[in-house]
């Protein structure tokens, strides 16, 4: 789906500010409560198997538009999270709002997902590829800005993943592997883009032979 959570970002919004932090606690970490998404996603998805990974990024991005942009990133976690253990019955809304002592906001009703439709013969290093040039309105991990553009597969990956646009919708999924694919900047943003190139890592399922 596009939108404002969109891996390219949006136009409109500035650079993107952000911190170079360590792998200490910490600086990671800027307020007591931060940690509580994190850890209900693991309680969720790794104890209780109620959910997995990209159920979450499309829980977040189901959130209401103008709540995402005032949520923090830890805020938008602690949101997806409880959108799917009230989803998946492992709560009610009713009383997660008793102990939220109000109205808690969650995302918006779930969607179909759709199924995985990788290339019948594995793409090749070197080779010459297409991004399809379709719009999605579920969950996807293309980024809206390599949508129809030509690139070349630099790497294949040996260890496969369930397809997100499918396993994010809480369908099941054959596992697929991932290709690294090399974009010029020009094929990406035009002739008046700096020279330069883009390597964007993409599920088979998202490519077509050039």
């Known amino acids: 789906m596009d939108g404002i959570h969109d891996l390219g970002g949006v136009q409109g919004f500035g650079r993107v500010q952000h911190s170079a932090n360590s792998l200490s606690y910490k600086p990671v970490f800027h307020e007591d409560w931060e940690h509580l998404g994190y850890s209900l ?21 189901r959130m209401e538009p103008r709540q995402y942009l005032v949520s923090s990133y830890y805020d938008r976690i602690i949101v997806g999270v409880a959108s799917l253990f009230v989803e998946k ?25 759709r199924a995985a439709n990788p290339p019948a013969i594995p793409f090749q290093r070197g080779e010459r590829v297409r ?5 999605v309105d579920g969950h996807v991990r293309m980024p809206g800005y390599v949508r129809g553009k030509y690139g070349v597969v630099v790497h294949r990956t040996t260890h496969e993943w369930p397809f997100p646009d499918t396993v994010g919708h809480g369908l099941p999924s054959a ?7 090399l974009f010029t900047t020009h094929e990406l943003w035009g002739d008046a883009a700096d020279t330069g190139t883009v390597v964007v890592d993409l599920f088979g399922s998202y490519l077509l032979k050039a």
């Open 41 to 61: 996603l693991f309680l969720g998805a790794g104890e209780l198997g109620l959910f997995n990974v990209d159920e979450l990024r499309h829980a977040i991005e």
């Open 89 to 113: 019955g492992a709560i009610t809304r009713q009383r997660l709002e008793e102990l939220a002592a109000g109205a808690y906001p969650l995302a918006l009703p779930l969607g179909p997902g």
């Open 131 to 135: 991004v399809r040039d379709e719009y």
């Open 175 to 181: 596992s697929e592997p991932t290709y690294h694919v």
